[in-house]
């Protein structure tokens, strides 16, 4: 796909490293897998799904992958890939309903979003911000923490889910201001063409990152680098948007 070409994939493992600078590649290895993987289903969804029935049966053989069935599809593949490799780790036999449950969630928040843009509804920021696990950014956390998070991180992924679903509510916002351009030409979604304005979005993200660190400094205590992943989940998505973008206009 066009879409995803040298840029894209220097943005991406960009945003990972600087996210775990610490980390080596083996160690970002399942981060970048999940975060390709959502943005491939993603595309699936937005750009070649012709009805629902099309998005209900994808989000079942995913579901149906994530559970250990064969996977019959180039995407579902990746997927089982992922959860083959996942099960390397001890961990994940624990862990597993969690990571299954946050796909769920991803997979339903994406449906969600194909019907509000296939039926021309225009929900509210706060409903549009409820379905934020469409954006997918949480499922990529859970599972980068089960591959190559520390022994706290790993035993405490419920409390930490709460901790990335926030962070990922102002993700969801960050990604339509800077993509507003091109969704409106493709026909995406986007919360700057439902009727809310740059200024109560751009609010709204201020009160998001202001609460950020209220709820990631706890964690510093037990894991520093997790703490730090978090942090630096906003400050470089923040950056690589540019401040310019983030600005109210007149």
Known sequence: MAAFNAEFYSGLTLSTAFSAPWATADRLKMVNRAALWVLAVDRLVDHTATNREQVTRLTRECLSVA????????????????RDELATVKEFEEARRLWRDQLARTLAGMTRAWVWRDTGAAPTLARYLDNADSRGSCFVDVSHWIYAGDGWTRAHLEELRGVSRHVQRYLHLLGDVASYRRDVSWGDLNVLALGVSRAEVTGAMAALAGQAPGLIEPVRASSPRTAVYLRRQIGFNAGFVGISALRPTA
């Open 67 to 82: 559970d250990g069935a064969v996977p019959r599809s180039a995407v579902t593949r990746f997927l089982a890939d992922m």
